[in-house]
T-cell receptor
Framework: GENVEQHPSTLSVQEGDSAVIKCTYS??????FPWYKQELGKGSQLIID?????GEKKDQRIAVTLNKTAKHFSLHITETQPEDSAVYFC?????????????FGKGTTLSVSS | DAGVTQSPTHLIKTRGQQVTLRCSPK?????VSWYQQALGQGPQFIFQ???????QRGNFPDRFSGHQFPNYSSELNVNALLLGDSALYLC??????????FGQGTRLTVV
């Protein structure tokens, strides 16, 4: 089955710096890769996702890149702000009629200091 | 739109007891998935319900069972609780094969 590795486990940056979180996956059939931001008391929020027919997707300060050949994808946050501090999870899945189970990485705790 | 709502938010149970967790999906969503998140780990897929049937299941024992109602809400039942079942239980809803939206979770503590 699918296995997702996520690095680093913790990341500390100064406000205004960029942050990059990387994930690798094992199942070449996976074709959908979401990123979730988890904050205490706020649950897990989908912040961006990418499908395997696209190499890059951007939404304001957040971007995701996908390298299907190498089977890895990355989250890029530019101009970080203290409110970006949270735990970030990457996930992979291959949605089909059998289901849409997400396989998650172990998470990255991002701390943005002002 | 209330989003995905879960109840209760916190729960304490004794080993050997049974527990039922509840989830109401986001309006318009027909698929509900359950995940278990241990402290410091990523969520692990338990099972998914669609059209009141279990469509997909992760690597969890039969002590974990679920149900989906005609209004798409869902329950997760865990029998014979073990200390290792202590975790945050997350419900996610989606429409068909689209993106999943998560609730805030139920924190279960087994003592």
């Amino acid at each position: 089955g699918e296995n997702v590795e996520q690095h680093p486990s913790t990341l500390s940056v100064q406000e205004g710096d960029s942050a990059v979180i990387k994930c690798t996956y094992s199942d070449s059939a996976s074709n959908y890769f979401p990123w979730y931001k988890q904050e205490l008391g706020k649950g897990s929020q989908l912040i961006i996702d990418i499908r395997s027919n696209v190499g890059e997707k951007k939404d304001q300060r957040i971007a995701v890149t996908l390298n299907k050949t190498a089977k890895h994808f990355s989250l890029h946050i530019t101009e970080t702000q203290p409110e970006d501090s949270a735990v970030y999870f990457c996930a992979a899945t291959s949605p089909n009629q059998a289901g849409t189970a997400l396989i998650f990485g172990k998470g990255t705790t991002l701390s943005v200091s002002s | 739109d209330a989003g995905v709502t879960q109840s209760p938010t916190h729960l304490i149970k004794t080993r050997g007891q049974q527990v039922t967790l509840r989830c109401s999906p986001k309006s318009g969503h027909d698929t509900v998935s359950w995940y278990q998140q241990a402290l410091g780990q990523g969520p692990q897929f338990i099972f998914q319900y669609y059209e009141e049937e279990e469509r997909q299941r992760g690597n969890f024992p039969d002590r974990f069972s679920g149900h989906q109602f005609p209004n798409y809400s869902s329950e997760l039942n865990v029998n014979a609780l073990l200390l290792g079942d202590s975790a945050l239980y997350l419900c996610a809803s989606s429409l068909a094969l689209s993106e999943a939206f998560f609730g805030q979770g139920t924190r279960l503590t087994v003592v």
